[in-house]
């Protein structure tokens, strides 16, 4: 339900439900009406959530078709034309523990997509003019992050397979991913209890599936109740949207990630495949690029947790003045996520035509990665030079400020 839909729904609550019923007026007891506004506060925030989700599955294509030609040039400067060819140069670099890691890596992607992903193969094209060619970087490193990565994916996909396609489609591709992904210990060390979550959350996830499609009934049928009915069943709702908001958040932010990753991706490929020639200072760029990636990756994946994506959602609460009397402690919401996020799944059957300007500026923002030691964000609107990850020191103090504030003003009962 989006917030225009939320705005008219608050409108309707206090007209006559029909032309027929014109004499029966739709009565929320005053008691009870800041519940039903918390209830479509919750309701509108999940709502938002699922289409930043359908705008991520759009981003990430995109951010694919961006790294396409780029890729194309660094074959081509390394007189390579084919994929395979590419792949069959790694494997005779690699060891054998890691030609099986990547190898296995490409049957899964091509198991799970029907081809083998473009992110994977932009990492290929790092991994050998950073690994292989220049030695720039630690090969097991950095395989390892791009094991972690194509499991990211993976998963991202799947929960927008289940917000655009359905609970069942959701379900399934959910149920594949945590079939023919295959990660050891050491690559998930530090995500490995979020990794578990992201493939058994189907069962719970089917409340964010149906929330925006029964929105307006669900809402409505408490204005039949009893004042104290109406009240119960209002704190009930209350409850399981907000725990419902907390995994809509985690889900979010990992396709927040996936974003974050592809930008830096795409900005180490302009660096080192726009129009064949890498000076030094692009070569130092990209390198640090390849460096920051497998950091990256570990440190933002492991980031997302329950935790992490209650705190947000209590600043957004506190800098809106939402009504939270009747929200659930904070303990209580994180044990409920927690135990509804381990439940199991249920059984369900070309070239670059960059003009010199634009190149000039891409190179620029490229470097300007290149430079960020503190903490990337996902990038803002796709447009050709937003698309690169951005350092934003300024945002990321503001919020670490208004989170520790918040919190220290969380009452926890």
């Known amino acids: 339900m989006s917030v225009g839909t939320s705005a008219r729904m608050g409108k309707m609550l206090l007209k006559p439900l029909s032309s027929i019923q014109a004499t029966f007026t739709m009565v929320f007891y005053p008691d009870n009406v800041p519940r039903r506004d918390r209830a479509l506060q919750l309701q509108n925030d999940i709502s938002l959530l ?18 396409v030609p780029y890729l194309n040039q660094i074959l081509k400067n390394h007189n390579m034309s084919t994929f395979d060819e590419l792949q069959a140069k790694l494997n005779a670099a690699l060891t054998p523990e890691q030609k099986q890691m990547y190898t296995d890596m490409l049957a899964n992607s091509a198991k799970l997509t029907g081809q083998t992903d473009v992110a994977l193969m932009a990492m290929s094209g790092i991994l050998f003019t950073s690994g292989v060619v220049a030695k720039t970087i630690d090969i097991a490193n950095f395989l390892r992050a791009c094991n972690l990565v194509t499991v990211i994916r993976a998963y991202a996909r799947a929960f927008i397979t289940l917000v655009t396609e359905g609970t069942e489609a959701g379900a399934r ?112 760029a990209a390198d640090k690029i390849a460096g920051k990636l497998v950091d990256y990756v570990k440190q933002d994946w492991s980031a997302i947790t329950t935790n992490s994506s209650l705190d947000l959602l209590v600043v957004l609460d506190k800098q809106r003045g939402s009504w939270t009397t009747d929200d659930p402690s904070y303990q209580d919401a994180l044990d409920d996520a927690e135990d509804k996020l381990k439940a199991d799944p249920p059984e369900t059957p070309g070239s670059a035509g960059t003009s010199l300007s634009a190149s000039k500026v891409l190179k620029a923002a490229s470097h300007a990665i290149a430079k960020a030691t503190d903490e990337f964000f996902p990038p803002p609107p796709y447009e050709a030079t937003a698309a690169l990850v951005h350092l934003e020191d300024m945002r990321k103090l503001r919020l670490v400020s208004e989170l520790n504030t918040a919190l220290a003003s969380k009452v926890v009962y």
């Open 173 to 284: 591709a959910f149920r594949l991913v945590s079939t023919l992904i295959r990660w050891g210990e050491e690559t998930l060390a530090e995500t490995s209890q979020v990794a578990k979550y992201a493939g058994t959350a189907s069962r719970f996830l089917k409340v964010l599936a149906i929330v925006g499609i029964f929105a307006d009934g669900f809402i409505l049928a408490f204005d039949f109740y009893e004042q104290k009915k109406q009240k119960d069943e209002l704190d009930k709702a209350i409850r399981e949207l907000y725990v419902s908001r907390i995994i809509a958040k985690m889900y979010g932010s990992m396709c927040d990630a996936i974003k974050t990753q592809d930008g830096m991706m795409l900005s180490y490929l302009i660096l080192v495949g726009d129009d064949g020639t890498i000076d030094p200072d692009d070569r130092r």
């Open 50 to 67: 699922q289409n930043n989700v359908k705008e991520a599955r759009d981003a990430m294509d995109k951010e694919d078709q961006r790294m």
